[in-house]
């Protein structure tokens, strides 16, 4: 018997002639049933076109997410290409089907080919290009002449894929284990459902539609990351100014001062609103904590040794004697009350400056970026599957056909869909918004209104409240709060804290617009039309 050539394209009530999937956009509820009941009915295609994806006015096709309350359907229709009149497929012909999303550019506009988002055999995934059909299979291609997107993918489920016998069945079972060893990824596929053959014979066309995939919970484990650049580092100001060979013998805040959580962390204190101390106690914290100066790892032993090499000039307490300390022995003594906060500690400030060379200078510089990129490695990194921010995607739709031949059946694919990308949750969408009704806190209106939510309060939080003034509190003069004492269970109202809430948030919205600027668009007040 003869398969005939099957073809996935745009279908005829779009335009037709098109070899990629039409992308629609949906706001209704039940958006699956309507669009499945519109495309079985010619006399409702006008409608259904209205809903085909455009490109926004600063130019390409944006998809938004489920969180925008609007979903994005892909149609395809299935054709036999190489017959006269290029008729439809019959529907019971049809296997399976599904569709993909492959990532086509990052988020700098840097092409990427396809990417497919791949699942390893150890639940792994990432994007990572899709295997490429079995040259060696004896099963149908498109022509060359469809062009290089035209090229042949494997099936997105590694047991569907073909196998070639040898004519021996033990040596074929051998052989299958192998290949499923050695090809166990697969292709994150959603579901692409044909319509019923009623409604294809009404329509004219045998077509299938999907939902297309616009957010995930899924995640990229250790994706593929650039770092900046030492110049991009040293022109953001990721260096510390203590560091610099310019800040040689540089005066510093409170020289030759004990200090210690008392006189460094009161409230009001002015040594806790001076400008350079807060800044110098930045550098201590971004040395132990960001650049972890004290850690185990090579860059970080490196970088301690030479902090160590470099002196810092003290003026000894009892003997009034000039004596040395190293930098990173006076980092740890800092530390331990500007990082830990420990209240038995005390640190004692230089006289001045130790001295920087430039070569050490450019020593350091190597040695912080060696020990940010070791703490940055040592960071989770997961990534969201559709997380990178300006990224750029495609859709192709595949069907499964079955032969005439007993064969197993044949694997089509359409051309990609036009490149869209997926935008951000905090973006305008056509969806419908949400509305949240806010008790009337007057003449009654909170009378049938109770503690609905409750919070264990540790002993020391309460005893902060009840031992603080808000005027303190706001003031930054609370004391800290007594160990021990009992523990409460507060109840409160979460809709009276949504009114709270409210009204704090306009009035710091409102404050705010003298900086921002941003009244006009995030805050937009209408009156309620009443019910007629």
């Known amino acids: 018997?003869?398969?005939?050539?099957?073809?996935?394209?745009?279908?005829?009530?779009?335009?037709?002639?098109?070899?990629?999937?039409?992308?629609?956009?949906?706001?209704?509820?039940?958006?699956?049933?309507?669009?499945?009941?519109?495309?079985?009915?010619?006399?409702?295609?006008d409608e259904l076109r209205e809903t085909v994806v455009v490109e926004r006015k600063g130019g390409g096709f944006h998809l938004y997410q489920p969180v925008h309350r609007v979903f994005h359907l892909a149609v395809v229709s299935a054709i036999c290409a190489d017959m006269p009149g290029r008729p439809r497929v019959d529907p019971a012909k049809i296997d399976s089907a599904g569709l993909v999303v492959r990532k086509v550019r990052d988020g700098g506009g840097r092409a990427l080919g396809e990417l497919g988002?791949?699942?390893?055999?150890?639940?792994?995934?990432r994007w990572e290009p899709p295997d490429l059909w079995d040259a060696t299979a004896k099963r149908s291609v498109p022509p060359a002449s469809e062009g290089p997107s035209a090229r042949p993918y494997a099936d997105p489920d590694p047991a569907r894929r073909p196998r070639r016998s040898t004519g021996q069945r033990e040596l074929d079972e051998r052989i299958a284990v192998l290949k499923q060893l050695r090809s166990s990824r697969s292709e994150s596929v959603a579901p692409l459902f044909p319509l019923t053959p009623q409604a294809?014979?009404?329509?004219?066309?045998?077509?299938?539609?999907?939902?297309?995939?616009?957010?995930?919970?899924?995640?990229?484990?250790?994706?593929?990351?650039?770092?900046?650049?030492?110049?991009?580092?040293e022109g953001g100001g990721f260096f510390p100014t203590w560091l610099l060979a310019s800040a040689s013998g540089r005066s510093v805040p409170f020289a030759n001062q004990s200090m210690s959580v008392a006189n460094v962390h009161e409230g009001g204190s002015p040594r806790r609103l001076n400008p350079g101390f807060a800044d110098y106690m930045?550098?201590?914290?971004?040395?132990?904590?960001?650049?972890?100066?004290?850690?185990?790892?090579?860059?970080?032993?490196?970088?301690?040794?030479?902090?160590?090499?470099?002196?810092?000039?003290?003026?000894?307490?009892?003997?009034?004697?000039?004596?040395?300390?190293?930098?990173?022995?006076?980092?740890?003594?800092?530390?331990k009350v500007t990082?830990?906060?420990?209240?038995?500690?005390?640190?004692?400030?230089?006289?001045?400056?130790?001295?920087?060379?430039?070569?050490?200078?450019?020593?350091?510089?190597?040695?912080?970026?060696?020990?940010?990129?070791?703490?940055?490695?040592?960071?989770?990194?997961?990534?969201?599957?559709?997380?990178?921010?300006?990224?750029?995607?495609?859709?192709?739709?595949?069907?499964?056909?079955?032969r005439d031949d007993g064969c197993p059946p044949e694997l089509v694919w359409s051309q990609p869909s036009a490149e869209f990308q997926i935008s951000a949750w905090y973006e305008n969408s056509p969806g419908p918004r949400a509305t949240i009704e806010l008790p009337n806190p007057l003449r009654?209106?909170?009378?049938?209104?109770?503690?609905?939510?409750?919070?264990?309060?540790?002993?020391?939080?309460?005893?902060?409240?009840?031992?603080?003034?808000?005027?303190?509190?706001?003031?930054?003069?609370?004391?800290?709060?007594?160990?021990?004492?009992?523990?409460?269970?507060?109840?409160?109202?979460?809709?009276?804290?949504?009114?709270?809430?409210?009204?704090?948030?306009?009035?710091?919205?409102?404050?705010?617009?003298?900086?921002?600027?941003?009244?006009?668009?995030?805050?937009?007040?209408?009156?309620?039309?009443?019910?007629?």
């Not at 850690?295 to 307490?317: K, M, V």
């Not at 830990?340 to 500690?345: E, I, K, L, P, V």
């Not at 409160?492 to 709270?500: E, V």
Request: aromatic share 8%; hydrophobic share 45%; proline share 7%.
């Open 1 to 45: 018997m003869v398969n005939h050539r099957v073809e996935l394209g745009s279908p005829k009530l779009f335009g037709g002639g098109g070899k990629r999937p039409a992308l629609l956009e949906r706001t209704d509820r039940r958006f699956m049933q309507n669009v499945l009941a519109e495309l079985g009915e010619p006399t409702r295609h």
């Open 117 to 125: 988002w791949i699942v390893a055999k150890d639940g792994t995934s």
């Open 200 to 233: 294809c014979a009404a329509a004219g066309e045998t077509m299938l539609v999907g939902l297309v995939p616009t957010a995930s919970r899924e995640t990229e484990q250790q994706p593929s990351i650039e770092l900046p650049t030492q110049d991009e580092l």
């Open 282 to 335: 930045d550098f201590v914290r971004e040395m132990v904590v960001a650049f972890d100066v004290g850690g185990d790892s090579p860059a970080s032993a490196h970088l301690r040794a030479l902090l160590e090499a470099i002196a810092i000039p003290f003026t000894h307490p009892s003997t009034s004697a000039p004596t040395q300390q190293s930098l990173y022995t006076h980092l740890l003594a800092a530390a």
């Open 339 to 402: 990082v830990d906060g420990d209240r038995s500690a005390s640190f004692r400030m230089p006289d001045a400056w130790g001295q920087i060379s430039a070569a050490q200078e450019a020593e350091l510089k190597q040695a912080i970026l060696a020990a940010a990129t070791a703490r940055f490695a040592g960071v989770s990194l997961d990534r969201p599957r559709f997380g990178e921010s300006g990224a750029s995607y495609v859709t192709r739709t595949f069907i499964r056909v079955r």
């Open 444 to 532: 009654g209106g909170l009378a049938g209104i109770k503690p609905n939510v409750a919070f264990a309060v540790p002993s020391a939080i309460s005893n902060l409240l009840g031992q603080n003034s808000p005027e303190d509190l706001l003031g930054g003069k609370g004391n800290e709060p007594s160990e021990g004492g009992l523990m409460w269970l507060c109840s409160f109202s979460i809709p009276i804290i949504t009114i709270c809430a409210f009204i704090v948030l306009s009035i710091i919205i409102n404050l705010l617009n003298f900086v921002f600027w941003w009244l006009p668009f995030v805050k937009i007040c209408i009156p309620i039309p009443k019910s007629k």
